[in-house]
């Protein structure tokens, strides 16, 4: 008999990485649905979607106010169980009966252990992609609130769930140590690609891939272009939820810091293969970045790009076992542009080389054992 399983998204699947990339491990082993917030159809899956509600931006100051106030008061039931998302427990409840529950999104971990209730057959596997109490952990009213909120999932919620995957060691620990919540880790892995590292050319090319914002203090880019000479172009390939802040970096960028348009998700690493080096700037302003293992990461590998980062512990102990590039001496642009002009170009060369070999285990096939491997064992066959 064939499992099924439901994946449960707080946001439309089939645009994150992890959730995408777990939907193709294995939708096709088991009888597949996904539940999701604006979910976009997936081949080969039974979708369902439930509509999003309005954002703080979009929500008036009493709006705002109000969930403020519920946080603070432990009214907590009333963000969980919003009114956009009540039609989830219709959606489970018109499916035949459920062998495992997948939830993506924290939030949504009530509705499968409310499943779990009348079917206690269903087993229950979360994936912690980052450390939910300290999100936002910059901005003291989002402490003072909904940082209340996820502290209150996490201690009341996760202990309840059968297994946990994690995206690092560090953020693992964390939830071991606060909630006594033990990982199995989880690479963000990409898919294998067949093709060799690019000769370097002159200008070196660097990329930069991913989200802007003020929190990951991106406004450097501008800085580190205006310290690289001639013979470097570095390359941005960014979204940002916040257009203002993307538009203000675009107007300051110098010649040689060279904005593109974004590229579908299953083109990221072949779009970045025609690049010599990776970089990951990020600053520890937040526990979640200083102990990051992002998507980016191992896309750069993927691309058989040389990675350069800052000392970001997670990246620096892998790059410590696996030399694949270099870390920054420290977190300042002057220490990450001084990194990237004391490479030699046979050293990059060497980086990609390097990152070659290591695309060969650190891919998406490498992932699907595991997670083929983890269902098996908590379904017991």
């Known amino acids: 008999m064939v499992a099924n399983i439901t994946i449960l998204c707080d946001f439309d699947a089939s645009k994150r990485p992890r959730p995408a990339r777990l939907i193709e491990m294995i939708k096709h082993t088991y009888r597949l649905s996904v539940i999701a917030k604006e979910c976009t159809p997936i081949d080969g899956v039974h979708t369902f979607s439930f509509p999003a509600m309005p954002t703080a931006k979009d929500r008036t100051p009493q709006q705002n106010q109000a969930l403020k106030e519920y946080c603070q008061n432990g009214a907590f039931e009333k963000l969980i169980f919003t009114p956009n998302r009540l039609c989830i427990r219709e959606y489970l409840a018109a499916l035949p009966p459920q062998h495992l529950l997948i939830v993506e999104d924290i939030t949504l971990l009530p509705f499968a252990l409310e499943y779990r209730l009348t079917h206690p057959q269903a087993k229950i596997l979360i994936d912690l992609r980052e450390y939910y109490p300290l999100e936002y952990e910059n901005s003291k009213e989002w402490l003072d609130s909904f940082g209340l909120f996820f502290y209150h999932l996490c201690a009341v919620y996760l202990p309840q769930v ?20 033990q990982s199995n880790l989880f690479l963000s892995l990409p898919p294998l690609y067949d093709f060799s590292p690019t000769p370097l050319g002159t200008p070196i090319e660097i990329l930069y891939h991913g989200f802007v914002s003020p929190d990951r203090s991106s406004q450097n880019l501008i800085e580190l272009a205006h310290k690289l000479p001639s013979e470097y172009v570095l390359y941005a390939m960014v979204l940002s939820n916040q257009p203002k802040f993307l538009e203000s970096l675009c107007t300051k960028a110098p010649s040689n810091l060279i904005f593109l348009p974004p590229v579908s998700l299953e083109q990221i690493v072949p779009f970045s293969h025609r690049f010599d080096i990776g970089l990951i700037p990020f600053f520890p302003t937040t526990f979640n970045l200083m102990h990051c293992l992002p998507n980016k990461f191992f896309e750069y590998i993927q691309a058989r790009l040389c990675v350069v980062s800052t000392p970001l512990s997670e990246i620096k102990q892998f790059i410590a076992k696996e030399p694949c590039g270099v870390c920054s001496k420290d977190y300042s642009i002057d220490s990450l542009v001084e990194t990237l002009l004391a490479l030699r170009r046979d050293e990059i060369a060497a980086y990609k080389a390097k990152a070659h070999t290591l695309a060969y285990t650190y891919n998406m096939q490498h992932n699907k054992d595991k997670i083929l491997y983890i269902i098996a064992d908590m379904l017991g066959v």
Do not use: K, P, W
């Not at 693992?172 to 909630?179: P, Q």
């Open 162 to 181: 059968d297994r946990t995957l994690c995206v690092s060691e560090g953020i693992a620990r964390a939830y071991y140590e606060n909630f006594g919540i």
